[in-house]
């Protein structure tokens, strides 16, 4: 076997893995909420387990924008796309943030290493990691000329989340994309889950939080009690922890 072919059937696998597996509720709500011919964004893309179902949703008349800064994973996933010939997805090599430039990205590996948590947020120990200095965008000047509305958005960055919603701005008001993304309190500093929720309800967003695998109004999210962490920074109570949201935008 390849290590081409090898790829490929890693990718697949991740994919089949985070559906039927790790995180099967919120797959289940993509698929269900993307239509074909949409356009969506994949912010944080890793290592594809989400961009493979989301680009098989919005189909040939829909589109994926995605983003990834760590530039392994970049690789990774942009010899994935060409290997399976997606020609739905458009993949940058860099981060999101509300302005653009670039930051500088903490990866908590070695260098050469990847890492899921890899963040532009700070973090107190950075003894067992290594800075990488990245491209960022930011989505309302990135897109401003788009030829169609933004209709869903899943995000993944480590403690960044209010920084990209803040550079969405417009495309929140205008477009009002259904969201989905990972926020704990654990990788944020100076803010806390709570302020990125009422960002998106000052927007005129309804939020809803994963609990045990069911769609929770945010009303219900208690942050001591589905964020609880001890003083090394690990979840206390994993049957009860909380970190996927979803918010919708208001008819009204």
């Known amino acids: 076997m390849s290590k081409t072919d090898f790829s490929r059937i890693k990718f697949i696998y991740r994919a ?21 011919g949409d356009s969506a964004l994949d912010i944080g893309a890793h290592k594809g387990g989400y961009l493979h179902w ?8 829909g589109s994926v924008t995605a983003f990834e800064p760590q530039p392994t994973l970049y690789s990774y996933l942009s010899n994935a796309i060409e290997a399976y010939g997606y020609k739905n997805v458009r993949l940058h090599h860099a981060g999101v943030s509300s302005e653009e430039g670039s930051m500088q990205l903490f ?12 963040t532009f947020e700070q973090r107190d120990d950075t003894t067992n990691g290594h800075f990488i200095t990245v491209p960022v965008l930011q989505l309302d000047k990135l897109l401003a000329n788009r030829e169609r509305p933004i209709n869903f958005i899943k995000m993944d960055v480590e403690g960044h989340e209010l920084e990209v919603f803040r550079g969405a701005s417009e495309i929140l008001n205008n477009d009002r994309p259904k969201l989905i993304f990972e926020c704990e309190n654990r990788h944020l500093n100076s803010i806390k889950v709570e302020d990125v929720f009422e960002y998106l309800t000052g927007l005129n967003y309804k939020g809803y939080f994963f609990l ?16 609880a962490i001890d003083d090394k920074l690990e979840i206390v109570d994993k049957k009860n922890y909380a970190n996927n949201f979803v918010f919708e935008p208001n008819m009204n």
């Open 107 to 118: 990866i908590p590996k070695a260098e050469g290493l990847t890492s899921p948590g890899a």
């Open 212 to 227: 045990n695998g069911k769609l929770t109004p945010i009303e219900q999210f208690n942050a001591n009690q589905h964020q």
């Open 16 to 36: 089949l893995k985070y559906r039927y597996k790790d995180d099967a509720p919120e797959l289940k709500y993509i698929i269900d909420n993307i239509q074909p």
């Open 54 to 61: 989301v680009r098989k949703r919005v189909g040939s008349r």
